[in-house]
């Protein structure tokens, strides 16, 4: 079954990092672009950064820039997303989605009708 695994979330004070893994587990990490995306209580999910599997370019959302990075190993079919300087507001359920893409270009931080498949997300929670 293709579905990509989340894992290393947690509960961290603000200030604190975490880094999260996106596993592909079934599927050829090579062919996919992949996506962070979260969702918090009662507020739609939101596009944070993706990785385009062509070049690797990358995008973010405005409110992680500078915080964020994204990064993937294809070796250890894993995409990571390193997290600092962590606040309240980013707190949620992430989850990783994959997009096949086969053309160079920014990868989308829409959930709706962009990736093609979703795990089952990892939870972060940030709070003192």
């Known amino acids: 079954q293709m579905q990509p695994v989340e894992s290393g979330g947690g509960f961290v004070q603000p200030g604190d990092s975490l880094r999260l893994s996106c596993v592909a587990s079934?599927?050829?990490?090579?062919?996919?672009?992949i996506g962070w995306f979260r969702q918090a209580p009662g507020k739609e999910r939101e596009g944070v950064s993706c990785i385009s599997n062509i070049d690797s370019s990358t995008n973010y959302a405005d409110s992680v820039k500078g915080r964020f990075i994204i990064s993937r190993d294809n070796a250890k079919k894993t995409v990571f997303l390193q997290m600092t300087s962590l606040k309240p507001e980013d707190s949620g359920n992430y989850f990783c989605?994959?997009?096949?893409?086969?053309?160079?270009?920014?990868?989308?931080?829409?959930?709706?009708?962009?990736?093609?498949?979703w795990g089952q997300g990892t939870q972060v929670t940030v709070s003192s």
């Open positions: 989605a994959v997009r096949y893409t086969t053309i160079p270009g920014m990868c989308p931080l829409i959930f709706r009708g962009e990736y093609d498949f």
């Open positions: 079934g599927f050829d990490l090579e062919k996919y672009s």
